[in-house]
């Protein structure tokens, strides 16, 4: 059974760090394409980003209102996805969900979810 | 940026057929994808390429794609369907990155 654990969120002040993480178990995890997606309060799903597996190459790419300021990464050692979020805006405050991506390159989408972390920036 | 765009509600008695639609340049290139969410719960993928249903999802869900547009349809609506439901496709740029619909809400009453 595929299996998503999201932690790490909280509460931050604008500006600042912080750094999610994704726990993976029942699939091969170093095989899989991985995104983030998040949901601001009483607001629509948002595609943040995604890394693709390593033998597809390994790379990320990202939406454009968090280019720049997060980045997707990934332990297969550890079957672990993180989602590190620096310079932080009010607008991030959302739950923030790890999703696996099946489907064929151009056309991947997400697929399991996890449960969501709640990411609230404020002062 | 791509632009998915859903209507903000749809309405339908029990028994009858919920038509929830999704309009974007790019789905006559791409594949649509519908997710369903009740209130609290990550969401749940209910169609996938267009028309095919993941196991375990029941039969009364369909999906089609015609030109721009992407259609959900909830073919004999039960209350338990009463949840918001969004389109996903993918940009037509070469990093193919994601998009959602902005959302729609059916009600079952």
């Known amino acids: 059974e595929v299996q998503l654990v999201d932690s790490g969120g909280g509460l931050v002040k604008p500006g600042g760090s912080l750094r999610l993480s994704c726990a993976a178990s029942?699939?091969?995890?170093?095989?899989?394409?991985m995104s983030w997606v998040r949901q601001a309060p009483g607001k629509g799903l948002e595609w943040v980003g995604h890394i693709k597996s390593k033998s597809d190459g390994g790379t990320t790419d990202y939406a454009a209102p968090v280019k720049g300021r997060f980045t997707i990464s990934r332990d297969d050692s550890k079957n672990t996805l993180y989602l590190q979020m620096n310079s932080l805006k009010t607008e991030d405050t959302a739950v923030y969900y790890c999703?696996?991506?099946?489907?064929?390159?151009?056309?991947?989408?997400?697929?399991?979810w996890g449960q969501g972390t709640l990411v609230t920036v404020s002062s | 940026s791509y632009e998915l765009t859903q209507p903000p509600s749809v309405s339908v008695s029990p028994g009858q057929t919920a038509r929830i639609t999704c309009s974007g340049d790019a789905l006559p290139k791409k594949y649509a994808y519908w997710y369903q969410q009740k209130s609290g719960q990550a969401p749940v993928l209910v169609i996938y390429?267009?028309?095919k249903r993941p196991s375990g999802i029941p039969e009364r869900f369909s999906g089609s794609s015609s030109g721009t547009m992407a259609t959900l349809t909830i073919s004999g609506a039960q209350v338990e369907d009463e949840a918001d439901y969004y389109c996903y496709s993918t940009d037509s740029s070469g990093n193919h990155r994601g998009v959602f619909g902005g959302g729609t809400k059916l009600t079952v009453l």
């Open positions: 390429e267009d028309s």
């Open positions: 029942g699939f091969t995890f170093s095989n899989a394409w």
């Open positions: 999703t696996t991506e099946s489907g064929i390159v151009g056309a991947t989408y997400p697929d399991y």
